[in-house]
Structure formats: C-alpha cells, structure tokens
C-alpha cells in the first residue's frame, strides 16, 4: 500500500471512497481477497473451533464444579454448553462479506461524501496481524461502525476480524444469520452469576486468541454512546482477551485503539431522544427496512484511525508479576488478583483515552460548542469568529481538527449549517437551534420536551470534542472555586471534580496529578495562567478562556447540582432505579417550566446515572438488590 496508490492526503488520510466510486459495486464484492494471516495461526474452520471449546480442559473442570454445586449430570451440562456454544458462534464466510460489500459500497457512497482512514494505520495493523493475536477496540458511536470496519478490512486485503455482538442484534429476521456469517459472535446483556455461559464465553474468546483465528474486533464501551461523548470501559472482555498472554500460551497481543468520527451520526435524532426516556426501537429486520429512509439524506465525511499498536507484553512489564500464573495449571480457572483487576482497569481507561486523541473534530464540533452557550441564537457573523476562535485554542490543546482547505471560512461554516440542517437553521443572518418538524407542542411539557432534544442533539457533537477541553475546564472551574490562589488548594478543588466526574469523562484511575498538569500546561502555554512556586493566577487576557472553559462545565455542574437537590428535597429515603429515573425527570421538567433551571441537558438520563454512579463510588448513597 503505497502513498501514491491510496491517493494519501497532507494529514496523512486518504479517501477511500475516491476508489469505490470509479469502479462497480459488482467488480469490487468479487475482488480477489488475499489477507497475509497472523503467522501462529492453524487453518480451523468454525465447528472446530466450537468443538475445541467443548472439549477444552477449562470447560471440563467449571462443568465438573458445577456438577458439585448443583445436581445436573454432566451429560446435560454438556449439552447446556453446546446450546450455548450455538447461540453465541460465529460461521465467518468470505461469501457473505461479499454481499454485505456489494450492499455496503452502495450504502457508503451514497451516504457518506468521504471515508477518510490513516493510510500509516493501516500498514502498522498488516504488520500487527502478521505478528500477534490482534485485538480491534473501536469506539462506538453508530451501528454503522461494525459494518464500515469490516468494510476496510475486506477493501484493503486485511484478515476480516470476528466481533463480539450484544444478542439482540441475533434476533433480526435473516440479518442476524447474515452478521453471524460475517463474523459476528453474539453475546447475552448482563450475564450475572452464570457460571456456564461465562465459562463457554470467556472459553470461546480465548480460543479465539490462543489460535490466532482471526483479530477480534470488540467494543469496550458495551454500546454506543448516546451522548457521542465515551463512556467508561467494561471489563470483562478485556479481561478474556489477556489471559492466554498471562498464561504463557501466545508471546504477545496487539491492542489496536481506533477512533471513528462521524461529521454527521445516523442515529442523531434517535440517540437523543433516548436520553429523554423514549425507548430504543427494538432491532428487527421490519425496523430496519422502515429506517432506510435515513439513508436519503447526506451524512457528510466521516474518519477512521487506526492507532498505533498496543503490546501487552511491553505494557505489563514491571506492573503485574507473571509468576502468579505459572503456579496455577493452564488450564485452570483462575480469579484475577486485585492488582491484574487494577492493571485491567487503568489499561482499558487508557484505550479510551488513546481513541479520544485520534478522533477527528470538524468546524461543526466548534460551532456546537458556541452554539450551547448562545441558545437565544447567534448572528453568523459572531458564530464565525468565536468558532475561529475556537479551533486556535482547540489546536493549542492538541484537537485533531479537519479544516476544509482552499474553502473560505464563511463556506466551511455554511456548509456546517447545511449539512446539519437538522440541528440549526439559518435565519435572516442569525443561527438558532432547531425543534423537530411535526404539530406544534400541546403542554408545556412537550414544548420543553422539543425544546431539550434540540439541545441534546446539539450537545452530543459538543460532546464528540468535549475531551480536549475536560482537563483545563476543570483547572478553571477549581481556580474560581478555590479557597486562594495556592497550588494546593486549587488542586484539592480539581480532585474533587475529576472524583465527581469520573462517570462523565473518562479519567485514568490514580492519574490525578498527571491530569492536573495537563490541564494546567495547556492554560500555561496557552497564556491563560501563570504559575509561581506555590501559585496559580489567571493573566489579564486569560480571564476570555477562563470563562468561556467554565461554561463548558456548567451544564454537566448544573445537572449534578440538580439531582442533589432532588435527593436531598424530594426523594423518601430509599428508591427503586425506575422511580428514579421518571421522577427526576418530572421534577426537573417542573424546574425547567419555572426557570429555575435553565440547561436542558439536564433531562439527560445520561447524566442522572452518572451522578447515581458517582455518588454510589464516593458512599454518598448505597444501592440494594431486592
Ligand atoms: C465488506 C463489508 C463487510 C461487512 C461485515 C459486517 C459484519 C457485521 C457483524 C455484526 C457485528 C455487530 C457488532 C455490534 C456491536 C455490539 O453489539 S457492542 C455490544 C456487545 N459487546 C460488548 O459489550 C463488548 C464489551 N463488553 C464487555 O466486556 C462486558 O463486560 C461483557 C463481557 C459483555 C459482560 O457484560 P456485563 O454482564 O455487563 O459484565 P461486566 O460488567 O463486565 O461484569 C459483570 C460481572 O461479571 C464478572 N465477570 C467478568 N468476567 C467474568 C468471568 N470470566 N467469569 C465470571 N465472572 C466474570 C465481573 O467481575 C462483574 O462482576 P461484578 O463487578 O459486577 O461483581
Ligand atoms: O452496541 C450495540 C450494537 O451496535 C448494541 O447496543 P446499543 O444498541 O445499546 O448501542
């Protein structure tokens, strides 16, 4: 894969849709396809891998143990684990990643302008496969993810990855058979104490990597994010991926961060109302079919970044004693010691972190921004200036920003508003947001309900950049709010919020200080603030960012003071999650009416389980099963 070949663009992406649309859909499904595998692997089929599950050591002795603890017969257990085993594999075969590109690269071309990928990316993750079991960790902002991956993939002659997939998605009508036969392996939604499927499970996915079947592509946030901000990791698949590492069975494992970002997400309008409780429609085929109208509008460019490789093994070094594993057999279920759970843990936070760097912010993340902190409208002409002046200091906090070149700035800002017409309009010079279409509201209740999913869907494309801003915000809000000027205090304040926030954005546990410096450099060289041996103090001209940082905040502040309030005035002492969650939205809609409150992103659900969450971690409230 050469520059030249690809078409590379000045930052080092090319479109890969430039291609796609010189030649025939036919032409390019029945492509010839020859990936270079990873090195280790045995050629197994499906059945065999299903079959090696069955017949593993591991599987034999959680089936033995279970034999003890209830009276089952093995014999059933057996079969218990090959149902499983058929629920949850996947049959990958070339034949139907040919349909699905035929369909796709009409879908592709006819939604996106541009799929932009880092041609460097790509070339590393042919290295990587070659060398180690690689594991795929994608954000997950749009159900368009999974497809336009594998999409790559099969493109650019790279083994196609089997990937991990939340069950519901099995139960659609023929397309579900169809991702099975594309790769895709189904897992059920919280799994609780099931010993059985845990053991056929994780059994699966480390077979998975110990053999080199194929990269594993899963999605360490479990779903896709309705706010587009990222969500805290789950565990437990990063967990399976590692152990045939820390058991000695393969040398190494690639971990590959990729960042997807969308100018324009499908889901917008869907994924916001869902924040305001209206439920996700259920996945079916029909569903399916009657959505394809989206696919009529324009969803203009969107970036894939394959970041650099992670090695396990260089990551482990001096932080978790191997030894531990050689003591217990192989084969042998083994509970993870507190520091491999904490080493779990700070890995998949920094996963996360390492996709927020490379995802690739658009003018219209900018605007987004200004736009929440005007919702009486802005004139464009303002809307321009404060956006450029945005990207000057976004850039100085290292966004990767995608700014149109050889395009006049008042272009690339109307071609924002045009493309997300659904978001803003422009009205005699003046950018407001936009409610949705249909008869006006009845109750002031559904004018505020209007109201708040044209600020969500507005605030999710704030979101997508809000990781740029987190740390010198939180610097700024903790410098108005601390005792004095003193290092320490304002430190202690930080603490607090990062603490507070943790659900919200996501921070690498026991890297407080680190995140403090950060997000005091990027003020320091920035010349927001200046620092003293013991102090810090906002520079003259600073005070612009410093407040302009604090309205980032405010929102997400406000939100939380909110909730508090409703626990501390409203709520009787104990609560089931439900009651919560419809009564703190009736209570925060009655303060909206009133104007008590003004941010409407406090209607979020989001939000009010980040709080629970938080205020669960730092034992403000407790939580029961019952
Ligand atoms: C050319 C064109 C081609 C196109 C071709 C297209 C291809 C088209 C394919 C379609 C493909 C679709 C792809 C969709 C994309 C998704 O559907 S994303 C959603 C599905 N994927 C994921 O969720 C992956 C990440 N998730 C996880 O890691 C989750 O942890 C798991 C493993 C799913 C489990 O979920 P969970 O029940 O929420 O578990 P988690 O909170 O991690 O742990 C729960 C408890 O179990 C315990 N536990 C964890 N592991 C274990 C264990 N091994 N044993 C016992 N206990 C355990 C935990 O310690 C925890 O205990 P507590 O701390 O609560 O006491
Ligand atoms: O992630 C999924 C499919 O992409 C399934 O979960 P959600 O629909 O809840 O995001």
Known sequence: MSADALGAEADGFFDMLEERRRSSDLSYAFRSFNPLP?????????????????????????????MLESDEPREMLLEEASALLDEMSQNLQLGF???LGYAMNKVFKSVFSSIHVNEDGLTRLQQAIQEYPVILLPNHRSYMDFLVLSYIMFTYDLSIPVIAAGIPLMGMKLIGEIFRRSGAFFIRRAIGSDKLYWAVLSEYVRTIVRTGYAPLEFYIEGLRSRTLKSLTPKLGMLHMVLEPFFKGEVFDISLVPISISYERVLEESLLAHELLGVPKPKETTGALLKARTV???????????????VSVRDLVKGKINHRQYNLVPRDLPMKPSKEMQEFVSGLAHTIIRLQERNVVLSAWNLMAVVLLQNLQGIDLDLLTQKTLWLRRLAQRFGAHLRWPENVSDSEVMSSSVSLHHSVVRCEGGRVYLVEEEGPGPVTQEEGVFKQAAAVLMCASYRNQAVHVFTRPAMV???MTTAASHRTDDIFHNFTFLLELFSNEFVVIPGQAVQDFEEGCSLLQESGVIGRSDEEIYVKDNGQETIIFLRAILQPFIESYQVVFRY??????????????STNIRSFIMKLLISGE??????LSSDLHKNVLSALLRMDAVTKTKV
């Open 476 to 478: 700024a809000v903790a």
């Open 597 to 602: 409150v003004q941010s409407y992103e406090c």
């Open 567 to 580: 626990l501390c005035e409203e709520s009787s002492q104990t609560l089931s999650e439900k009651m919560f």
């Open 97 to 99: 990643i040919r349909l």
């Open 295 to 309: 696919l009529k509008e324009n969803y203009g460019c969107m970036h894939v970044f394959f970041g650099n490789p």
């Open 38 to 66: 990873y090195r280790g692997a045995t050629d197994i089929s499906a059945s065999t891998l299903n079959r090696m599950v069955l017949e593993s050591q591991y599987l034999s002795y959680v089936i033995q143990e279970i």
